[in-house]
């Protein structure tokens, strides 16, 4: 049993943060960061809006395009840093309001690799004949996890979302390898310290800024280069392929630079690379499903293509999913 990918779909919040907003801010330029991130804007959400809320969004176009109805979803999985609350889960949330009464639900946690994750849950239902329809959506609200006085991250991140919707597949279509790593070790390069388990909510939490965003972003840098290369490297020869039977490289959206530097160790065309973190920033788990939505809506996806999805993210963790859309 294949698996394919049968719809589509991604959204993001009205509101765009702009370089120059930024600069009004904190002590930045719109110079320092297009030149070091290749970021421009990033959507923001309201304050009403919650990550629950971008993911139902998506989820409804993947829905109409693929054409099945939310009753007839049989699972939604929500790759998210930023759910709506601790319990439930925020994928019980997006179940209610998407009124796919028939699904099961939950979420998965692998921070900026979230949506490969999830892809490869997904997949693993459907392939096994368990679940013939599964809703697979990254959808994150940064901004709720950025310290906006630190500009070391503050520039980085935005918020949206973007789903697929894994059905069986029409022959020689489909999911054709998911690979993961995590490197447990390495779980401080990225990560939100406080206001959860080990370190519970408290004044000091709010006062030295622990509920958000941490990073080492230079050594972060270096590993995600390294390591997204060796995935990519992987999964091609799971495959018996060459980068130049791949269509379409669409990665995390992180870094400009991080992307350049990795196509060009893979010797892959830079026209050949979906990027719109100019315009989205890093929105960790949505990243890929948003741009990967973008390409497909714009015509430069099409039916039939092979596709290399690759991911980077806080754990760490990392994975390439191989794709003939
Ligand atoms: N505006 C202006 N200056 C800034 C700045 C900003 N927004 N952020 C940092 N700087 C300054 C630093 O303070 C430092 O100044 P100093 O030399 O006086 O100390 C200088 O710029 C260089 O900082 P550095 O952190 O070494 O820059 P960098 O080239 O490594 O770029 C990142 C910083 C964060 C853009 C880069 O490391 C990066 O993108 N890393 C990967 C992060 C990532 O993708 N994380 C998510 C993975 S899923």
Redesign the pocket.
């Known amino acids: 049993m294949q698996v394919q990918i049968l719809g589509n779909g991604a959204y993001a919040p009205k509101t765009i943060l702009t370089n120059h907003d930024?600069e009004k801010k904190?002590?930045?330029?719109n110079e320092?960061?297009v030149a070091?991130?290749g970021i421009r804007e990033r959507h923001i959400a309201a304050k009403d809006e919650a990550t629950s809320d971008l993911a139902v969004h998506a989820a409804r176009k993947a829905l109409e395009q693929a054409g099945v109805a939310p009753m007839d979803v049989d699972l939604v999985i929500v790759a998210t840093s930023m759910p709506d609350m601790f319990f439930p889960s925020t994928a019980c949330i997006v179940q209610e309001k998407l009124g796919a009464k028939n699904a099961a639900a939950f979420d998965l946690s692998a921070?900026?690799?979230g949506f490969i994750y999830a892809l490869s849950v997904g997949e693993q239902y459907v392939r096994s004949e368990t679940y013939r329809h599964v809703l697979v959506i990254g959808a994150e609200v940064m901004s709720r996890l950025t310290n906006w006085q630190?500009?070391?991250?503050?520039?980085?991140?935005g918020d949206g979302a973007g789903a697929v919707l894994l059905g069986p597949a029409n022959e020689g279509r489909g999911i054709l390898s998911v690979h993961l790593h995590t490197d447990g070790a390495l779980w401080d390069?990225?990560c939100v310290p406080g206001g959860a388990g080990a370190i519970p909510p408290s004044e000091k939490v709010l006062v030295e800024c622990l509920n958000t965003i941490h990073?080492?972003?230079?050594?972060?840098?270096k590993i995600?280069v390294r390591n997204l290369e060796n995935v990519a490297l992987e999964a091609l020869h799971a495959n018996d392929m060459s980068i130049s039977d791949i269509d379409w490289l669409v990665p995390?959206q992180?870094?400009i630079?991080?992307l350049k530097a990795v196509a060009a160790r893979l010797k892959m065309p830079k026209e050949k690379m979906v990027v719109n973190l100019d315009r989205y920033g890093?929105t960790?788990a949505a990243s890929i499903p948003l741009a990967f939505d973008e390409a497909v809506n714009d015509g430069r996806i099409k039916r039939g293509d092979s596709i290399l999805f690759l991911?980077?993210?806080?754990g760490l963790t990392w994975g390439a999913a191989v794709v003939n859309y």
């Open positions: 930024l904190i002590d930045t330029s320092w960061i070091r991130t921070a900026c690799s630190d500009r070391g991250t503050c520039v980085l991140f390069l990225i990073m080492k972003g230079s050594e972060t840098f995600a995390h992180a870094n630079r991080i890093n960790s991911a980077f993210g806080g």
